[in-house]
Nanobody, 120 residues
Framework: QVQLVESGGGLVQPGGSLRLSCAASGSIFRIIAMGWYRQAPGKQRELVAATNSGGSTNYADSAKGRFTISRDNAKNTVYLQMNSLKPEDTAVYYC??????????????WGQGTQVTVSS
């Protein structure tokens, strides 16, 4: 069906930056939205940022002003530029694609996750 491949996670010092990438491939009929979620140990998965097919974006309050989501429609790729990282940003970051895999059927698809660790 749909495969999502993430890259760009790693270890960074507080105040540093990272850029996550997520490339989608497979049977994608139409993308509704793409975004990034994160899950820290012992916590629920939460939305970080998302962008829909019209180009609108949505950010968690914790991400506003520091993170920027962007998308390359030609490559079915979504990016998350993360600046001014804080230790509380440490989590596994998951790429999400909501889209149609046929004319009438849609679903949520997830990447395997990439670890982001912010520590000195």
């Amino acid at each position: 069906q749909v495969q999502l491949v993430e890259s760009g996670g790693g270890l960074v010092q507080p105040g540093g930056s990272l850029r996550l990438s997520c490339a989608a491939s497979g049977s994608i009929f139409r993308i509704i939205a793409m975004g990034w979620y994160r899950q820290a140990p012992g916590k629920q998965r939460e939305l970080v940022a998302a962008t829909n097919s019209g180009g609108s974006t949505n950010y968690a309050d914790s991400a506003k002003g520091r993170f920027t989501i962007s998308r390359d429609n030609a490559k079915n790729t979504v990016y998350l530029q993360m600046n001014s990282l804080k230790p509380e940003d440490t989590a596994v970051y998951y790429c999400n694609l909501r889209g149609y895999y046929s004319v009438t059927s849609w679903d949520d698809f997830w990447g395997q996750g990439t670890q982001v660790t912010v520590s000195s």
